[in-house]
């Protein structure tokens, strides 16, 4: 299934929380689902008409003062379903387009300094990612007692702290043979 055909799930998601317009939903997808799994609005209104058209969702139209009207799409009872048939399906094996790892294995086409700046700039922006995550997580814990979504909102969050830690450790180990990379080409030069 492609990640296309993913975003429809991602949408009955978010719907199942209640009734959204397609503005709601691309800013609930950027605050809540937004660290693993983000939608254009270009991806978001094709996939309503396929969802209402499939009878996974309705839509209304509420009128506003001195406002366009605001379209609202409303989860079915078939939607719901097909989102918890889903949801209980095996999770599909991923490939990942990694640039750091595409850069590195070429590396040997640059110097060792210019691919330990990339791994450095890597693992600079990973402790800001963790950062982030670090503060989301307290940021849940504060705020998502009551919600009964709140222990798999938290489990997300420590899914993204331990990937971070792992890829700040894996930069670490990759600077170290980095720079015994180095260490070994001056030996050489220098015998």
């Not at 959204?20 to 008409?49: A, C, H, M, R």
């Not at 691919?115 to 402790?127: A, C, G, K, M, P």
């Amino acid at each position: 299934m492609s990640r296309e055909n993913k975003s429809k799930y991602a949408i009955l998601g978010i719907l199942s929380f209640g009734p959204k317009s397609g503005y709601d939903i691309k800013k609930k997808i950027e605050t809540v689902t937004g660290n693993f799994w983000t939608e254009s609005y270009g991806q978001i209104y094709p996939i309503l008409k396929r969802l209402m058209a499939e009878g996974l969702a309705t839509q209304s139209v509420e009128e506003q003062v001195g406002k366009p009207d605001r379209h609202v799409y409303t989860l079915t009872d078939k939607g719901l379903e097909e989102l918890q048939r889903w949801l209980i399906e095996p999770v599909e094996p991923q490939v990942e387009r990694i640039e750091i790892l595409l850069k590195l294995f070429f590396g040997k086409q640059v110097t060792v300094a210019d691919n330990i700046r990339h791994v450095q700039q890597f693992r600079e922006l990973q402790q800001q990612q963790l950062q982030k995550y670090q503060v989301l997580e307290e940021e849940v814990k504060v705020n998502g007692t009551d919600n009964p979504n709140f222990p798999y909102w938290l489990i997300t969050v420590s899914y993204k702290l331990h990937v971070t830690k792992a890829l700040i450790s894996w930069c670490d180990e990759t600077l170290a043979r980095l720079k015994q990379m180095t260490e070994e080409t001056l030996k050489d030069v220098n015998e």
